[in-house]
Nanobody, 118 residues
Framework: VQLVESGGGLVQAGGSLRLSCAAS????????MAWYRQAPGKQRELVAR?????ATSYAGSGRFTISRDNAKNTLYLQMNSLKPEDTAVYYC???????????????WGQGTQVTVSS
């Protein structure tokens, strides 16, 4: 499975961005998808994820919404009311089931830079 993110860029505080993550390859192996972010000098943190059909947001205090289009194998992250502290590289993640025992492997995209100016 390959993950390709797009949609990052420079935006003023209060603006919005929509990130996309296109998955290709053996997408039938995917059992979870998520968005993470990593700001300079900080650890990578979970922003939002799908586990099965359940979507959960962990960052953004209600400003971020994860969604997906299964027909297009694409994951989205809608980010509204952006703040300078949202500046980070945003990564797409997929968990793949690789055998009948349920073992999984992690797949990451290359990341897309989001910069929010004040």
């Amino acid at each position: 499975v390959q993950l390709v993110e797009s949609g990052g860029g420079l935006v003023q505080a209060g603006g919005s961005l929509r990130l996309s993550c296109a998955a290709s390859g053996s997408t039938f192996q995917i059992n979870a998808m998520a968005w993470y972010r990593q700001a300079p000098g900080k650890q990578r943190e979970l922003v939002a994820r799908f586990t099965g059909d359940i979507a959960t947001s962990y960052a953004g205090s209600g400003r971020f919404t994860i969604s997906r289009d299964n027909a297009k194998n694409t994951l989205y992250l809608q980010m509204n009311s952006l703040k300078p502290e949202d500046t980070a590289v945003y990564y797409c993640y997929a968990g793949l089931v690789v055998n009948v025992e349920g073992a999984t492997v992690d797949v990451w995209g290359q990341g897309t830079q989001v910069t929010v100016s004040s």
